[in-house]
């Protein structure tokens, strides 16, 4: 559910009344939705080792500051208009998701050391386009910075 509040509303969020709100100053939009509090199991605890672990990898600077440039064209182009990245986050975790998927990898296993040993496509914006593992968008080729 979206909820769209005034202006001055613009740092609204939080819990209230069993729902969740939150700004998103790329969709210019107060969000909000029910809270559901996650019940454990392991799916949840595997998605959360993951995720950790994608944290711990540590991608440099220069190849978050790429996926935030492929993030901006991505989102201009017009059939992308519905279904937009929000951040540079949300393209790391598709890229490294799909590419977990292609090549049989476990995301909650891998390092830095085998990421450049092995060659894989998430090296560089560029290599995870080209790989297929990302949409691809005008200028891609420029997105070189090393992960």
């Not at 909000?32 to 996650?38: G, L, N, S, T």
């Not at 950790?52 to 991608?59: D, Q």
């Not at 975790?93 to 830095?112: E, H, I, P, S």
Request: aromatic share 12%; glycine share 8%.
């Amino acid at each position: 559910m979206k909820a769209r509040l005034g202006s001055f509303f613009h740092s609204f969020s939080g819990k209230a009344d069993g729902m969740v709100y939150y700004y998103n100053r790329r969709l210019g939009k107060v969000i909000a939705r029910e809270y559901v509090k996650p019940r454990p199991s392991k799916a949840n605890q595997r998605f959360g080792q993951v995720n950790e672990n994608l944290r711990i990898l540590g991608p440099s600077e220069g190849f978050k500051m790429d996926l935030r440039v492929y993030v901006d064209i991505y989102n201009s182009m017009i059939r992308n208009l519905e279904k937009p990245l929000l951040n540079w986050y949300n393209a790391y975790t598709k890229m490294m998701w799909a590419m977990a998927r292609d090549l049989g990898l476990d995301l909650a296993t891998l390092t830095r050391d085998e990421i450049e040993p092995q060659g894989l496509p998430c090296r560089r914006v560029k290599d995870a386009v080209q790989a297929g593992y990302l949409p691809r968008v005008k200028g891609f080729e420029t997105l070189q910075e090393l992960f």
